[in-house]
T-cell receptor, first 114, second 112 residues
Framework: SAVISQKPSRDICQRGTSLTIQCQVD?????MFWYRQQPGQSLTLIAT?????????ESGFVIDKFPISRPNLTFSTLTVSNMSPEDSSIYLC???????????FGPGTRLTVL | DAKTTQPTSMDCAEGRAANLPCNHS???????VYWYRQIHSQGPQYIIH???NNETNEMASLIITEDRKSSTLILPHATLRDTAVYYC?????????????FGTGTSLTVIP
């Protein structure tokens, strides 16, 4: 299984600011995904991070609010823009390697917006 | 992908087997059953998956009914560290997409 790290592990931010979350994998993977988990809720898929092209967003999520980059096969970033308290959540990076359909998850980034 | 239904919560005595059910009555022939768990404040952890046959690994066993409309995850000897939310996910394999969609899961509490 892939080893996935996320930075930062947690942050407290002010309303109206932006935060960029980094996801690093220890091996090349075919697919990378970003999920959000609001307090007390299950995981919701935000988008699929595509290498070399624009991310594919799920219904209810837009690029202006959650811009995503994926410059190579082992790294991706998610930015939470113009934050409000409603954006307080755990943000999780997930990957799928070549030759497998199993997804592995990072430890998450706990974001609190004041 | 087919929808799954799981009980909201369950308790299990430490050392006993924990049997977590999942209904997926609309499952298609090419859809696998996956199980993940999420211990508080951590990322989901892969447990096991299967298509038709029962599967076993070092963590758990997966029993899938013959009609594939339901399955059971078995933790043979539950410990306090098994307290977590367990997610049952049904998903087809393909070369595109492949993302998991999570339901609400079962909150398992292992009691000393």
């Amino acid at each position: 299984s892939a080893v996935i790290s996320q930075k930062p592990s947690r942050d407290i931010c002010q309303r109206g600011t932006s935060l960029t979350i980094q996801c690093q994998v220890d091996s090349q993977v075919t697919m990378m995904f970003w999920y959000r988990q609001q307090p007390g809720q299950s995981l919701t898929l935000i988008a699929t991070a595509n290498q070399g092209s624009e991310a594919t967003y799920e219904s209810g999520f837009v690029i202006d609010k959650f811009p995503i980059s994926r410059p190579n096969l082992t790294f991706s970033t998610l930015t939470v823009s113009n934050m409000s308290p409603e954006d307080s959540s755990i943000y999780l990076c997930s990957v799928k390697g070549q030759g497998t359909d199993t997804q592995y998850f990072g430890p998450g980034t706990r974001l609190t917006v004041l | 992908d087919a929808k799954t239904t799981q009980p909201t919560s369950m308790d299990c005595a430490e050392g006993r087997a924990a049997n977590l059910p999942c209904n997926h009555s609309t499952i298609s022939g090419n859809e696998y059953v996956y199980w993940y768990r999420q211990i508080h404040s951590q990322g989901p952890q892969y447990i096991i998956h299967g298509l038709k046959n029962n599967e076993t690994n070092e963590m758990a066993s997966l029993i899938i009914t013959e009609d594939r409309k339901s399955s059971t995850l078995i933790l043979p000897h539950a410990t306090l560290r098994d307290t977590a939310v367990y997610y049952c996910i049904v998903r087809a394999t393909s070369n595109t997409g492949n993302q998991f969609y999570f339901g609400t899961g079962t909150s398992l509490t292992v009691i000393p």
